[in-house]
């Protein structure tokens, strides 16, 4: 096991250590120790039977309707914002004109825009999903364009003399060339999805998720499963940015750390 690898694990290992200590030296009701979190989340989600992967009837009930509205939003922002994002990115007119709304856009806190969509949808499925990919968008579509055009001016022309139809050189060129940037996108895009995936859950009508489960928790001053939340919050996250960057390592091997996102 490399050094890297055992400084990266070290570090967790000795925060949650040092936080077991303090809260029971303290035994405060409000900060449970992180022990007693991991059992109660492991009792509340991953205790079920084998034929049903360990899952229990809450994490069906609770876990799996949050990841299907979070993977169907994030799915929906990146096929977007990438065709979006090319179709601004190729033309420089085009870039002039839609720049300024895309910096408008993409500054808008995301959770500011939910309740224009509550007016628009109502409570329910349709109004998380509409929020979710309208907020994780905009990283995606400005990242996307801005690595379209800066493919290399070489290669553009090179692509002309060949005499490349228009769909082989988004294909061959513009699309690998922009890989790197719409990477970046996808990863605060990815963040903004779980964000948003929780707060669109928290509100009134919604009668599953993590973020119900916070709230219901909340409500009952539950604060061991309020703590559990949040740590499968975290997990979940840490998993998807992982599973996110290993297929980003697959696909542009070492020239990820060529570019950097806006």
């Known amino acids: 096991m490399s050094r890297a690898l055992l400084l990266r694990l070290g570090v967790p290992v000795l925060a949650a250590g040092l936080w077991q200590a303090v809260t029971l030296a303290h035994r405060s009701v409000y900060f449970p120790p992180p022990v007693r979190i991991v059992r109660h989340a492991r009792a509340l989600w991953f205790s079920g039977p084998v034929r049903h992967a ?21 799915l929906l922002a990146a096929v977007a914002g990438i065709a979006l994002g090319m179709a601004v990115g190729r033309s420089e007119r085009a870039y002039a004109l839609c720049d300024p709304v895309l910096q408008f856009a993409r500054a808008v806190p995301p959770p500011a825009l939910v309740p224009v969509f509550v007016v628009v949808f109502d409570f329910g499925t349709p109004m998380q999903l509409a929020s979710i990919t309208f907020s994780a968008v905009w990283p995606v579509l400005v990242n996307t ?67 119900f489960t916070l709230t219901d928790a909340q409500s009952r001053s539950d604060l061991l499963t309020v703590w559990a939340v949040l740590l499968l919050l975290g997990a979940l996250g840490h998993l998807l940015n992982t599973g996110l960057l290993a297929v980003e390592g697959r696909l542009l091997g070492g020239g990820r750390n060529g570019e950097r996102g806006v």
């Open 145 to 211: 364009a801005e690595g379209a055009r800066a493919t290399d001016p070489l290669r553009l022309d090179t692509a002309a003399v060949l005499r490349l139809t228009a769909p082989e050189r988004l294909w061959f060129l513009l699309l690998p060339s922009a890989l790197p940037r719409i990477f970046a996108g996808l990863r605060l895009s990815l963040s903004l999805c779980l964000i948003l995936m929780v707060f669109s859950e928290l509100l009134p009508g919604t009668a599953n998720g993590i973020g």
């Open 54 to 74: 360990f899952l229990t009837r809450a994490a069906v009930d609770d876990i799996l309707p949050s990841l299907g509205r979070l993977c169907a939003g994030f």
